[in-house]
Structure formats: structure tokens, C-alpha cells
């Protein structure tokens, strides 16, 4: 069975610091990954995604994450925060095996003034 | 221009009744898919379909009954509503089904007992 763990439920960080965002999965077979972000009173969108290729994929809002299968992690960064960036921030992971995604619990991204 | 929209955005009602929320997506996507998310912001799955067809139905009480009258649309019914059942519930949809392709979301129903 697939897993995925956020390690930091809560991440403060100041505005136009950079930041990272840890995610760890974990899956005996080769895995799909996302991260989504969901601001107050939204939904979920979707950031950024990690199919096959190059490990280092980039998505909107300036945030990129790097796929890395020996440690496996695809830790989410950002090299200078907005106000606008806080969110809750979601890692998630699928495969061809399984029929639906695993979400992590989330990791709120608190941008301090 | 909306995606996948939900109705109501809110909802509060008492203990014991029966309600509905509604979900459409205008993407053209074949698989559409509900969440409920608890007060800790974790996101479980609830119920997927595909062109129609119940696909994924995690350990949901059977008050719960999904239906899905078009590819389009995919409607929570919840009888006997009981506390534990407040939430936001996320709609969501995706092309194909596929695993690697990212899911659409609404912006959520929040459902409140009183």
C-alpha cells in the first residue's frame, strides 16, 4: 500500500524567504506525485506534477519540487515566499497499481510580515 | 466559466435530516470523484465514478448514496444526518480516470449539524 507523510504540520516562515516543504512517500512500485494547494475557503489546485523525466519540474506561482526515488521525497520550494502563498499545502501519490490518490495530511505555510 | 462547481457552498441543518449536495463539471472529464475533508484539513475519498460507473467506494456509512445521472454530474445524497458528519465535502474530476492525471476540485460544500 502507498503512503505519503507530510512531516511539518505547520511551516512559519517570513515574506520573501525562501522556503521548502517536505513530503516522503512510500510505494513498492513506480509512483505518480503531486502537490496541491488549497487557500481559505477554496478548493484543492493543483502546483505541480511528477510523472516520468526529469526530476526537477516546475510549476505556476514560481514553486518547484524535486523528485528524488533513493530518499524517496519531493520536497516542494519556493525561493521567496508572498503573503499571498499562504495556503495549505497538500503532497500526494498515485500509481498504475491503485485506483485513487493518497493525500498527505497537509502542511499550512504561514507567511509571517 | 466554472469547472466543477458544487451547490450549496453552505449548508446547516439538524441532526436526523436527509440532504443532497449537487456537483457538476464542465471539463469534459469521464471520472468525477467525492472527498470529505475534517476539521484537521484531512482529505479522504469517499466514492468515484467513471462514465457512470461506482469505481471506488471507501468504508462510507450507507447513509451515503452517490448518483450519478450523466458523466457531468455526480450528486451526495446523506439521509440521517449525524454530528460526526460535519465537513467540507469536495467534489472533484478527472480525464480517464488515468492515475496520472491531476484531479479538478470544486470549492467545497461545508456542512454543519446542529
Known amino acids: 500500500a502507498q503512503s505519503v507523510t507530510q512531516l511539518d504540520s505547520q511551516v512559519p516562515v517570513f515574506e520573501e524567504a525562501p522556503v521548502e516543504l517536505r513530503c516522503n512517500y512510500s510505494?513498492?512500485?513506480?509512483?505518480?506525485l503531486f502537490w496541491y494547494v488549497q487557500y481559505p475557503n477554496q478548493g484543492l489546485q493543483l502546483l505541480l506534477k511528477?510523472?516520468?523525466?526529469?526530476?526537477l519540474v516546475k510549476g505556476i506561482n514560481g514553486f518547484e519540487a524535486e523528485f528524488n526515488k533513493s530518499q524517496t521525497s519531493f520536497h516542494l520550494r519556493k525561493p521567496s515566499v508572498h503573503i499571498s502563498d499562504t495556503a495549505e499545502y497538500f503532497c500526494?501519490?498515485?500509481?498504475?497499481?491503485?485506483?485513487?490518490?493518497?493525500f498527505g495530511k497537509g502542511t499550512r505555510l504561514h507567511i509571517l510580515p | 466559466d466554472t469547472a466543477v462547481s458544487q451547490t450549496p457552498k453552505y449548508l446547516v441543518t439538524q441532526m436526523g435530516n436527509d440532504k443532497s449536495i449537487k456537483c457538476e463539471q464542465n471539463?469534459?472529464?469521464?471520472?468525477m470523484y467525492w472527498y470529505k475533508q475534517d476539521s484537521k484539513k484531512f482529505l479522504k475519498i469517499m466514492f468515484s465514478?467513471?462514465?457512470?460507473?461506482?469505481?471506488i467506494n471507501e468504508t462510507v456509512p450507507n447513509r451515503f448514496s452517490p448518483k450519478s445521472p450523466d458523466k457531468a454530474h455526480l450528486n451526495l445524497h446523506i439521509n440521517s444526518l449525524e454530528l460526526g458528519d460535519s465537513a467540507v465535502y469536495f467534489c472533484?474530476?478527472?480525464?480517464?480516470?488515468?492515475?496520472?492525471?491531476?484531479?479538478?476540485f470544486g470549492d467545497g460544500t461545508r456542512l454543519s449539524i446542529l
Open positions: 472533484a474530476s478527472s480525464q480517464g480516470g488515468s492515475p496520472n492525471q491531476p484531479q479538478h
Open positions: 510505494s513498492s512500485v513506480s509512483v505518480y
Open positions: 511528477y510523472l516520468s523525466g526529469s526530476t
Open positions: 500526494a501519490v498515485t500509481s498504475n497499481r491503485d485506483d485513487k490518490i493518497i
Open positions: 471539463l469534459g472529464h469521464d471520472t
Open positions: 465514478y467513471n462514465n457512470k460507473e461506482l469505481i
